[in-house]
């Protein structure tokens, strides 16, 4: 494996995610019993959990093949690698987005790269990747 980069969310979102869940479960126990409350607190417990693994996602380059969650590219379908700062990546993502771009983004990653494609068949123009390690990411892809 050449590049390998685990986006995850970060504590302080999961914990104001719980945050909103336990209020919801003092709603359910100020109107139902305390069995209820406690069924709705595991069911929180569970979706807090369950939220924390699903929103991970790995970035993984082997040398022939880029994966970003699910998706992946062959290297020769790559044109060009553009790293994207704080400013240009706010850019990306709202006022000069393109709608039939592939965005694999996180709004608590302010950076990461632009992946310019080369493929007639597909009519994706970019990819969009947050990243933390961008400009290692960079230098992966370009060798």
């Known amino acids: 494996m050449t590049f390998r980069e685990v986006i995850r969310p970060p504590l302080w979102l999961l914990g104001f995610i719980y945050f909103l869940l336990l209020s919801l479960v003092i709603a359910i126990w100020a109107a139902f019993?305390?069995?209820?409350?406690?069924?709705?607190?595991?069911?929180?417990?569970?979706?807090?959990?369950?939220?924390?693994?699903?929103?991970?996602?790995?970035?993984v380059f082997d040398g022939k093949e880029l994966r970003v969650g699910k998706a992946?590219?062959?290297?020769?379908?790559?044109?060009?690698?553009?790293?994207?700062?704080?400013?240009?990546?706010?850019?990306l993502r709202t006022r000069d987005a393109d709608p039939a771009a592939y965005l694999a983004i996180a709004f608590w990653i302010p950076t990461g790269v632009q992946i310019i494609l080369d493929d007639d068949r597909d009519p994706t123009p970019y990819w969009l990747i947050s990243a933390r390690k961008y400009e290692e990411l960079k230098r992966t892809l370009c060798r």
């Open 72 to 91: 992946h590219i062959e290297i020769g379908y790559i044109k060009e690698v553009k790293l994207a700062d704080q400013v240009s990546m706010r850019n």
């Open 33 to 59: 019993d305390n069995q209820t409350a406690l069924l709705a607190w595991i069911a929180a417990t569970i979706a807090i959990i369950a939220i924390a693994i699903t929103w991970r996602r790995e970035i």
